[in-house]
């Protein structure tokens, strides 16, 4: 059968490259299971420093197994190499865009844009479900959870969300990207999750372990693989409020990932540089922290804290 524009026969894995113009390519591997089935599309990396889903899909590069599948894996373990090598936080560093935020893309654009075009041409026809790894970034601190998405059609939407009650992740929150990896492909009409663990520019083995279990859980779901994983007890946030920085300055957080808050409670103090302005941010609701940033320095628009009512 053909993936992703290469000849490959059931049982086979193959480790391919996916050219981009005047740059290095992205690595792939394709692995095409013994039996017909579903294709499973698995991207890690796409911001270089979220450690969790790299170190995990780079493992399952070496450890997924043809033989034992009913369908097909296409396994993207470090799309934005360049960042990863870097430790160049949630940017490609050749261009400095954050290539989560620039679907689709196109041929002749800027790295990114022509990264995010190559992906959505080579991957998205050829797969029926697609998942992508992040975790907080460098500078962040996160609980883990999944954004299902909001901009496909009901029916892709309905898919995506069916597949996030299968995994062990806590939190379930709706997301409202559009122009992201996994909100261009729902909009390409691939059901697609975007899977967030760890932290901090850490990992750890069980974070890897637990993420591992996550996408068995998939492959699962989608009858790839045998599993017999029991549900877990998952809570679906209803409305996220995202706070950025309205100035830049000096980040005091006050609240935990994970930490339950109350309408009212104080979640942080931003104290603007060079002058000294005071700015306490309140919770508006009652609801739980999903992440917030760590750093004590920040820029206008950066990211502080994001909690979810349930
Ligand atoms: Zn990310």
Redesign the pocket.
């Known amino acids: 059968m053909i993936i992703c524009g290469h000849q490959i026969e059931h049982g086979e894995k193959k480790r391919i490259a996916i050219a981009v113009p005047d740059a290095n390519p992205i690595e792939a591997f394709l692995f095409c299971g013994a039996k017909e089935g579903r294709t499973l599309a698995i991207t890690a990396g796409?911001?270089g420093c979220?450690y969790v889903g790299i170190e995990t899909a780079h493992r399952l590069s070496e450890s997924l197994d043809p033989a034992l599948m009913r369908g097909n894996v296409i396994l993207l373990p470090l799309v934005n190499a360049g960042g990863f090598l870097a430790g160049a936080k949630q940017v490609v560093p050749e261009d400095g865009a954050n290539l989560?935020r620039v679907f689709p893309g196109e041929i002749n654009g800027t790295l990114s844009r022509r990264m995010s075009y190559l992906i959505e041409h080579t991957v998205f026809p050829y797969a029926d479900f697609l998942i992508d790894l992040?975790?907080g970034?460098c500078n962040e601190s996160l609980f883990p959870l999944v954004f299902h998405p909001g901009a496909g059609s009901p029916a892709v939407n309905a898919c995506a969300l069916e597949a996030a009650r299968s995994l062990s992740v806590r939190y379930l929150v709706r997301s409202t990207s559009k122009n992201g990896l996994y909100s261009w492909a729902v909009q390409r009409g691939v059901p697609a999750l975007l899977i967030e663990r760890g932290s901090g520019g850490s990992w750890s083995e069980e974070e890897v372990a637990r993420c591992t279990e996550d996408v068995m859980r998939i492959m699962s779901h989608l009858d790839i693989i045998d599993g017999d994983y029991p549900p877990v007890e998952q809570v679906e946030i209803s409305l996220t409020t995202y706070l950025e920085a309205e100035f830049g300055g000096f980040w005091y957080p006050e609240v935990t990932a994970g930490q339950h808050v109350r309408k009212g409670d104080l979640l942080g103090t931003l104290r603007a540089y060079p002058n000294r302005q005071l700015l306490r941010l309140y919770a508006q609701s009652d609801g739980v922290v999903l992440y917030y940033t760590t750093a004590l320095g920040v820029r206008t628009g950066d990211p502080l804290v994001a909690y979810g009512i349930q």
């Open positions: 796409v911001h979220e989560n992040h975790g970034d």
